[in-house]
Nanobody, 112 residues
Framework: QVHLVESGGGLVQPGGSLRLSCKASGFTFVTYGMNWYRQAPGKEREWVAR????????FYADSVKGRFTISRDYAKDTVYMQMSSLKLEDTAVYYC?????WGQGTQVTVSS
């Protein structure tokens, strides 16, 4: 059974940083690309970043490019997202995704 478990969310001031983690289990982590999505209150879920399998190439939404960094640790079956220079508009529930599988989400709140 596939499980994706996010952690690392919290409350942070504008300009601050957080690192999200997503622990994967129940599938062959090395063969799948991994994504982060987010959903802000009253808005649709949007794609944020992707890290491919193999080379681990990273891709980002324009809204986070230069501020967020996605990475993966094959030894730990974990994908990370380092978020820096956080803005009020980054407030959302952040979800880990692989193929058709989703985690439960972790809340990130950026507020002064």
């Amino acid at each position: 059974q596939v499980h994706l478990v996010e952690s690392g969310g919290g409350l942070v001031q504008p300009g601050g940083s957080l690192r999200l983690s997503c622990k994967a289990s129940g599938f062959t982590f090395v063969t799948y690309g991994m994504n982060w999505y987010r959903q802000a209150p009253g808005k649709e879920r949007e794609w944020v970043a992707r890290v491919t399998s193999g080379t681990g190439a990273a891709f980002y939404a324009d809204s986070v490019k230069g501020r967020f960094t996605i990475s993966r640790d094959y030894a730990k079956d974990t994908v990370y997202m380092q978020m820096s220079s956080l803005k009020l508009e980054d407030t959302a529930v952040y979800y880990c995704n692989s193929n058709t599988h989703w985690g439960q989400g972790t809340q990130v709140t950026v507020s002064s």
